[in-house]
């Protein structure tokens, strides 16, 4: 099955080139860590993603609550990631028509596109989305995860809901690359109907909620540990956020250093741990 193999021979036979790119990269610099960085000012994005870079396979963005965003903070963004050797992932969560979805992903301020190799979707408007954003995305290289679970308390993304995204993603095989899940939604006995198109194909399950030193954060957030959710629930990547940088603007550097190495380690044992057993 897909947790007994290594990034590296995963990458290597991926068929979708941005899922080859950030599986390698978890091989090369040993992380299966992404950095959620979630704060208000240009100058501490910046900051977090340079002092977290060498410890991390992606940089997961919510590019909407930058307050100076500006077409220069994406630019720094991409020569960060040229860097430390990271991908990046704008968190925006698309959830409108196909066509609306397309120009909310090639235009406006952000244009996510152009700098984002990686986005995802709710599959709440139906399959309309993923042709609405595979039109910008797949001539440009990019990788959708839909999310066919979430991590917050009481959240809806569940049972039939969550068995809708993996036969979806199948009719997509160019360009949805995997899951924001708790688990691996992609085995075989979770889709319904028999063999589906694309049965066999491997997704990348990128898993947030994940912290040592906190269950929740009275928003509704729960946490689980690095080992329950690579090694136990077989997920790929661990997404983590606050537990890094604090919070508001941010831990100083060199605690987000430390931080950073924690979570690299704790991920990295626990998918070595999930190869053994
Ligand atoms: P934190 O580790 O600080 O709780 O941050 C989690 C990040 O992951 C946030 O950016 C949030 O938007 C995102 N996220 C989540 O927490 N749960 C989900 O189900 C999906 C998410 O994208």
């Keep these: 099955s897909i947790t007994k193999r290594t990034y590296g021979s995963r990458a290597a036979a991926h068929p979708i080139p941005v899922a080859q790119q950030l599986l390698a990269c978890c091989e090369r610099k040993q992380t299966n860590l992404c950095v959620s960085v979630d704060v208000t000012k240009k100058a501490a994005l ?28 994406v630019q720094q963004l991409q020569a960060l990631a040229d860097k430390h050797d990271f991908l990046i992932w704008e968190d925006r969560k698309f959830a409108d028509i196909g066509n609306t979805v397309r120009l909310q992903y090639s235009s406006g301020i952000y244009k996510i596109a152009s700098w984002s190799h990686i986005t995802n979707a709710h599959l709440v408007p139906g399959e309309g989305i993923l042709t609405g ?47 924001v899940a708790m688990r ?38 729960q946490y689980r540990t690095p080992d329950e959710v690579v090694n136990e629930s077989g997920c790929d990547i661990i997404i983590v956020g606050r ?21 690299q380690e704790a991920g990295w044992k626990a998918y070595l741990d999930r190869l053994e057993q």
Excluded: W
Excluded at 46 to 66: E, F, M, N, Q, S
Excluded at 162 to 168: D, I, P, Q, Y
Excluded at 185 to 190: A, C, G, K, N, T
């Design 46 to 73: 910046l900051r977090i993603a340079d002092a977290a870079g060498p410890y991390i396979c992606c940089v997961k963005t919510h590019i909407d609550i930058v307050e100076d965003f500006d077409q220069d903070l």
């Design 184 to 221: 691996r939604v992609d085995e075989r006995e979770e889709t319904a109907g028999g063999v589906a198109p694309g049965e066999g194909a491997d997704y990348v399950i990128m898993t947030p909620g994940v912290g040592l030193d906190s269950k929740g954060d009275g928003m509704g957030q």
């Design 133 to 179: 954003l595979a039109s910008v995305g797949q001539p440009l290289g990019r990788g959708l995860l839909l999310l066919a679970e979430m991590s917050a308390k009481g959240n809806l993304a569940t049972g039939d809901y969550t068995r809708k995204n993996v036969e979806a993603a199948r009719r997509f095989p160019d360009f949805v690359m995997g899951f």
């Design 243 to 263: 537990g890094i940088y604090g919070g508001g603007e941010g831990s100083a550097d060199d605690e987000i250093v430390r931080q950073s190495k924690r979570y």
